[in-house]
């Protein structure tokens, strides 16, 4: 781990482009879950899964970024603050216009999920590097973006589920009552935390990790399409996991490839590396 | 309210089912070195000790086996409400679990590996192939005995939490108790077995891991096979201990006597610690070497 210790990370799709991706990709795909209203129909829950998918990649590389600066064995933890930090943004966001407090339309809902998972990132991020001395130069725009792509793959996969991000009506009876909740909160957190640490070492390179994040959060997704099962209709959980598991296959070929493109080498078996050949 | 002898019996059902989870899930994680002893297993192929040893980095322990439970009590939920019969239906979904075991394995190794380039580490195929369904084996065991737990405390002992809610916490639980007990079994000694016992981890030694076996490369295999001697029975142990004493004191005792008998189970437990310490720093006292003498830290 020693090689990758103390600097930026570099190399593929600039941070800003991935950003754009998961926030534009992620909060479109929670929105057009909204079409299932309009049509009458729940055959566009699968939305809601694509749109996990974005944010799933963003804060896979967010965790790229602030991880390449020696986290390590901390790689796990940052998954888990993501969906810690995300889960109680995106609750919060979706009850918050139902309650009647504050006169702000429902449409709204996921808009301020997503700002307030940004301002508790932005806190818990200030925590560590002002009073843990954390000293890591981006902690602060990471966590936010850590945050905010936890808070949109919770609210992507809660409206696959459900069919609708509206929570008393519909994310409260099929998500959080069934306990859904439980697959939605660590699957989000695995599939944010796993890709970089499933790549860690000074030969990583970004597209293989975010490989394997499209990958996982496909299977996730997958998985979230067979739990909605119980809430809408069996063809429009079906697409949802035809769809995931089409997205699983396709990138989990390309992880293939690549590592077999980049690996020192692949064999079938075989001996260790001689000494010679260590040299 | 079920009567007090039926309710100890399910208890005692639960603690047996505990038991099995947390000997499986721990060999499961020997099989693929997750969790503590991984950082040696990816520190050797850096320090020039390329090995045959499968690294399993998929998270640690505790919030993997959380996805896997979740993920299987998740498909058997749904599986339950389609009216599917319970045993079938915590098979299926323990199934569904252990493939996702089994398909994030495969990236931690591959991808891992793959990012060791430069310290010449080859992928041997043939360890993917060979490892990776004794990982879904355990890890089927593992996560059908949680759930099954789970499912007992949910449908049984009307606990008030949704089935995938409470197989997610106890899957954190098992995943939590596999890493601090059976973790130092094979980090400790069976990687580092031809170590003098007892010296510590010398950080010149850091990487240098045992990579042969008896006969040929040592292997995970090799290495659950060691483990499955004690490291695995003792996490077992202890995981059916925690589901066996927290269940026995509410099904025994109610309302505020419960959490006063937990308090005290908590207080001989630490106790019972504290004395093993003392017996052996008192047996075995700060490790000599065998030139006599010279003190390690």
Known sequence: MSAVEGGPASGGLPPNKVIAIGVIGGLAGIYLTMLNQTFNTTIFSVMGGIGSIFAVVWGADAVRRVCSYGLGTGVPSIGMVALGMGIVA??????????????IPAILGPVISFIVAALIGLVIGLLSNKILNMNIP?????MIEIAGAGCLVMM???ASIAGSFAFNDAILPSVVSTGYIALVFIGGAMTILHPFNANLGPDESQYRTLYVAVEKAAIIMVIAGFASLTAIDAVSAALT???????????FNKFMKSVHREAYKVVGTGLLPSAEELE | MIDPITGLGIVALMGALATIAGAAEDLESDVGSQSNPNSQVQLAAQMDFPHR???????GEPPAYGLWCATGATVASVLLAQNMSVIFAIAIGSLAGAILLGLFSVTAHMGRTASQKRFKQPIYMDMVIGHVPSIIAHGFIAVFCIISFSYIMDHVLSHPFPLPLLAFLWGITAGAIGSSTGDVHYGAEREFQNQPFGCGLNAAYSGNIVRKAESGLRNGIDNVWACAKFGGP?????????VFFDNWRSTVFSGVNAVIAGLIIVLILILANRLVEVQGRKAYGPFKDEDGGAETA
Do not use: H
């Open chain 1, 156 to 158: 992507g996969l809660s």
């Open chain 2, 234 to 242: 003792v996490t077992g142990l202890a995981l059916g201990f925690t």
């Open chain 1, 241 to 251: 996991m035809l769809v995931g598991l089409l997205i699983f296959l396709v990138y």
């Open chain 1, 90 to 103: 995106a609750i919060f966001g979706l009850i918050l216009p139902e309650t009647g407090i504050l006169q």
């Open chain 2, 53 to 59: 040893i499968f690294n399993k980095a998929i998270s």
């Open chain 1, 138 to 142: 981006i902690m602060e725009k990471s």
